[in-house]
């Protein structure tokens, strides 16, 4: 598997490279983040409570998944690692990995979020908190019909929810993008948040 991950993510980086660029999106209003509760493959939960106190980026996806998934934490890799140079190191974003896919991933989400960095987190959990989260982020997806052997697609959005110090969302990054200018997105945003914060103290 990891040699399988290591061929598509080098190659989404050359793609990358050729026709990326930065597709972030800011929301007219920051949005809630309702209660949810999910978890890594060693129990560790994660909840809304960890959305606090620190920028975060959520995507959703599945370990099987062969291209959007391995792109786009590839992607966001580089991002991060862009960001680290232009903010306080308390302010680089984590990374969150929510697989909707927690029948097959449950017992390993985590190893394949750290395949791409050792501080990326891997989460999944129980239908309904994932859909609650799904429905907050106004992401989506779909498990498809199995076939004759029980094998099945599934189909997701490939938008990273931008999550503010406060647990609120307030951008969205649609992949492909550019690492510098993301960051540099990134990095505006934080502003105007600590500006926003310092009118309304």
Request: charged share 25%; glycine share 4%; proline share 6%.
């Amino acid at each position: 598997m990891r040699h399988f991950l290591l061929a598509i993510l080098l190659f989404a980086t050359s793609l990358s490279h050729a026709f990326a660029q930065v597709q972030g999106v800011e929301l007219d209003e920051p949005a809630i983040i309702e209660p949810f509760t999910l978890s890594d493959q060693n129990g560790q939960t994660f909840t809304q409570n960890d959305l606090k106190d620190s920028w975060t980026l959520i995507m959703f996806g599945f370990n099987s998944c062969p291209d959007v998934c391995p792109f786009t934490l590839g992607n966001l890799e580089h991002a991060v690692s862009e960001t680290s140079m232009r903010v306080r190191p308390d302010n680089v974003p984590k990374v969150v990995f929510v697989s909707v896919d927690p029948e097959r991933d449950a017992d390993v989400v985590t190893d394949y979020a750290t395949f791409f960095h050792p501080d990326f987190r891997g989460v999944t959990g129980a239908r309904a908190d994932i859909d609650r989260l799904i429905e907050n982020t106004d992401s989506f997806y779909r498990l498809m019909r199995p076939d004759k052997d029980g094998y099945y697609e599934v189909q997701h959005s490939s938008a990273v929810s931008v999550i503010d110090p406060e647990g609120m969302i307030r951008a969205k990054l649609q992949p492909p993008f550019d690492a510098g200018l993301t960051a540099e997105f990134l990095a505006r945003l934080q502003i105007k948040y600590r500006k926003e914060k310092a009118q309304t103290n």
